[in-house]
């Protein structure tokens, strides 16, 4: 990312994939997918911001918040629904943290769930 210091690092817990309708129990409504981009130059979190407030809309993404979080930090935070398929997503630019912390750019992607017809081959999805 050219906003960031060299050689963030990115974590994330694996992706959502379909799972046959009849192994549910009852079935999920969304799936969230966080990440997180650590070790980066705080510096640059403003400048990421602020491409993203730009960018954001001529993808197709509807900003619903953008402002402060609701914590004693204040920390930016954007949040956007993607006006197609329904995604929700919410970055956060945690540059001050509480402790030994160090800052780092949060976002989770809410996505909705399908659920595939019986005999449905999900191998291909």
Known sequence: ?????PAP???SLP?????PASTRTSPPTTE???WALWEADADGFD???????TRLPGMGWR???DGPMNSRARNPEIKAVHTTSRHHVAIRALKTRS???KPQMDVTL????????EGTDLSRA
């Open 1 to 5: 990312m050219p906003w960031a210091s």
């Open 9 to 11: 690092q990115v974590t």
């Open 15 to 19: 992706p959502p994939y379909p799972v």
């Open 32 to 34: 969230w997918t966080p």
């Open 47 to 53: 400048t990421a911001m602020d491409n993203l407030r």
């Open 63 to 65: 900003i619903t918040k």
């Open 99 to 101: 402790g030994d912390l």
């Open 110 to 117: 809410v996505s909705p769930c399908y659920q595939a017809p």
